[in-house]
C-alpha cells in the first residue's frame, strides 16, 4: 500500500511540474541514502570467534560491508498525505529484518524494507501512520550516519527493532503524544492475536529534548501466540518502559542518556516475572566541525537471565567522527565489554572481559 501511494506521488510530481497553475500543493519526492563498511579486531577472540555480542558488528579480523540504503520521501497536498520507503540491502539490513527472509518466514524480499509506510494529516495536530517504521524505543538507530558510536550497545540490541501497525501522533508546539498498536515486536507478518500496544510522550525544553516511551503486550494464553522470535516465546505479557533524553549543553559539548526496564511475564508460573534494565550515558564533545569524539558508558542488569547473555553487563565505547568532505565520515573506536560471568573467549578458554577497536567508513547524501 505505501509503495503504490509513494508510485502514485511520484507520478504525481511529474505531472505537477507541467502544470500551470500554483504549484504550493504540487507534490514533492525526495531522495537520500547512505553506505558504510567497516573492520573489526578484537583482541582476545580465539580462531573462529568474534567476542561479539551486539547487534551489526559480528565479525573478526574482516573487511566487512554494513548496508547500502536508499529511502524515497513523497507527499502531496501540502503535506496532508505522504508515504515513505526505506530500503536496505546488506548483513546490517539482514539483521535488523530478522523475522523476514528465506530462513525465518520464506518472504525474502521483505528483508530489504527498513521502513514502508503512509502517514495521514488529519487536522493540524494529529498524523495517522500505517506500516512498519523504526522503533521508538531507545537512543540508538539503525542507521550507523545518525549514531554517535558505530558499534551498538546491549539495550539496542535486544530491545525492540521495528513495528509494523498503525498509529497517531499529536503534536502541539514541542508537545508531542503517541499511540499505536502493532503486530508483535520486530514482525511484519503474523497470524498472532495478541498485538502490541505503543506510547511515546515526548517534549522539548530549550535545547533538551525528554522522551517517554512504552512498548508492551498482555493476554498471550500460549507461547506461539506472540511470536515465533525466542526472545518473546512463552511469555503471557511484556512491558517495556523506557526514556531517552538529549542536550546540547554548548556548541561543543552535549549529552545523551538512555534508560530503560522490561518487565516479562512468563505462561509458566513455576517461572513467573523475570525483569531486565540497563542505562547509558553518551559524551560528546565536537572540537571543530570536521572532528567528533563520543564516548559511551552503558551497564544492563538481568538477575533472572531472562534475555541478556549475563546477568550484569558493561560497555565502554569511545568514537572518533572524523567528517570528509561534510557527507563521509571516518570512525575508528576502542571499545571494552565486561560481563559477571565468563561469557568472551581467549586463548586460555572463557572469560569475563574483552577488548578490541574497528574502523568504519559512513556516507551519506
Given amino acids: 500500500m505505501a509503495l503504490f501511494v509513494l508510485f502514485s506521488l511520484m507520478a504525481l510530481n511529474a505531472m505537477g511540474q507541467d502544470a500551470t497553475d500554483s504549484t504550493k500543493n504540487a507534490p514533492t519526492l525526495k531522495i537520500s541514502g547512505s553506505a ?6 578484537n583482541f582476545n577472540a580465539p580462531s573462529g570467534t568474534t567476542n561479539n555480542l551486539t547487534s551489526f558488528t559480528g565479525s573478526q579480523n574482516s573487511f566487512e560491508l554494513g548496508m547500502a540504503s536508499v529511502r524515497f520521501d513523497g507527499s ?17 539490513a539482514e539483521e535488523f529484518s530478522y523475522t523476514d527472509g528465506e530462513t525465518a518466514n520464506g518472504h525474502s524480499t521483505l528483508q530489504a524494507v527498513k521502513q514502508l509506510y503512509v502517514n495521514f494529516a488529519v487536522g493540524k495536530n494529529i498524523t495517522f501512520t500505517l506500516g512498519k517504521w523504526a522503533t521508538h524505543i531507545g537512543y540508538e538507530v539503525l542507521d550507523a550516519y545518525a549514531n554517535r558510536n558505530y558499534s551498538m550497545d546491549y539495550m539496542f540490541s535486544y530491545g525492540p527493532f521495528s513495528h509494523t501497525g498503525f498509529k ?4 502541539k508546539g514541542s508537545l508531542g503524544i503517541m499511540l499505536g498498536i502493532a503486530n508483535p515486536t520486530d514482525v511484519v507478518t503474523t497470524t498472532s492475536t495478541v498485538k502490541t500496544l505503543l506510547g511515546q510522550v515526548s517534549e522539548s525544553f530549550g535545547k533538551t529534548n525528554l522522551y517517554l516511551n512504552y512498548q508492551g503486550f498482555f493476554g498471550a494464553k500460549h507461547g506461539t501466540n506472540t511470536s515465533n522470535l525466542v526472545t518473546y516465546n512463552n511469555l503471557k505479557s511484556l512491558n517495556q518502559l523506557d526514556v531517552v533524553l538529549t542536550s546540547t549543553l ?15 511475564d512468563d505462561i509458566d508460573p513455576t517461572i513467573g ?10 559524551l560528546n564533545y565536537d572540537p571543530t566541525d570536521k572532528v567528533g569524539l563520543s564516548l559511551r558508558g552503558e551497564y544492563v542488569e538481568d538477575k533472572k537471565a ?3 547473555p549475563a546477568t550484569k553487563l558493561t560497555d565502554l565505547t569511545l568514537t572518533l567522527d572524523y567528517k570528509l568532505g561534510g557527507q563521509f565520515s571516518l570512525m575508528p573506536e576502542l571499545r571494552y565489554d565486561h560481563a ?6 581467549n586463548n586460555d578458554g572463557n572469560t569475563n572481559s574483552t577488548f578490541g577497536g574497528l574502523v568504519a567508513v559512513v556516507y551519506h547524501f
Fill in 36 to 41: 558504510d563498511g567497516y573492520y573489526r579486531y
Fill in 76 to 92: 502531496a497536498l501540502n503535506g496532508k498525505i505522504s508515504a515513505t520507503a526505506d530500503l536496505g540491502f546488506g548483513r546490517r
Fill in 168 to 171: 497517531a501522533q499529536y503534536t
Fill in 250 to 264: 554548548s556548541k561543543q559539548f552535549s549529552l545523551g542518556y538512555n534508560g530503560t526496564v522490561q518487565f516479562r
Fill in 273 to 282: 516475572n523475570k525483569t531486565w534494565w540497563g542505562s547509558a550515558l553518551y
Fill in 306 to 308: 531472562s534475555l541478556l
Fill in 340 to 345: 559477571a560471568q565468563d561469557i568472551f573467549k
